[in-house]
């Protein structure tokens, strides 16, 4: 399945597969790696890896497919025949990502969002003197948040969808 991002004569296709999603329970903050639903249908997989930002040496959450959770969940969405990497692409799909080069020259076919990214996960300092925009609601954000589609009341400063976001590496 794939995600189209359309405006005028732009188009974006990213790979996408709505049911695949990571166990918010397997990753909390204090224990990690601990599910109780035996029929939990997300992958058990630490987000910091799934989002190339875990640095910590020895972590407890496991960075690959292969446990037997995994690979049950793998075969349910039909992703067998995946990559570990392929498999982190499309959960980092699930949400929008945030334009590493904020205020980027081309930002009509931008596929990314013009945000803080300080400001998605609750944690801007600055405030209304941020160099960077506090607002989803601006034209180009309302574009990219109609494509994934998630409405503009669904997504604050620190909500769940926000604290999902990462940021871009690079435009497409």
């Known amino acids: 399945m794939f995600r189209l991002l359309e405006k005028d004569f732009i188009c974006f296709v990213i790979a996408y597969i709505p049911e695949a999603d990571i166990c918010e329970n397997y990753n909390p903050t204090s224990i990690a790696g601990e599910c109780v639903d035996p029929n939990c249908a997300k992958f058990h997989v630490c987000t910091f890896h799934v989002k190339s930002v875990c640095r910590m040496q020895h972590c407890a959450l496991p960075h690959t497919y292969d446990d037997a959770h995994n690979m049950k969940v793998k075969e349910k969405l039909h992703l067998s025949s995946y ?44 405030g209304l003197k941020c160099r960077f925009g506090h607002s989803f609601r601006t034209e180009h954000n309302a574009w990219i948040l109609k494509a994934y589609g998630i409405s503009e009341d669904e997504i604050w400063s620190g909500s769940p969808i926000a604290r999902g976001l990462t940021i871009a590496k690079r435009i497409l």
């Open 83 to 126: 990559t570990d990497s392929g498999i982190n692409k499309i959960l980092r799909n699930k949400y929008p990502k945030i334009c590493m080069t904020y205020g980027c020259d081309t930002i009509e076919d931008c596929p990314y969002l013009h945000i803080c990214s300080k400001f998605c996960f609750g944690k801007c300092a600055h």
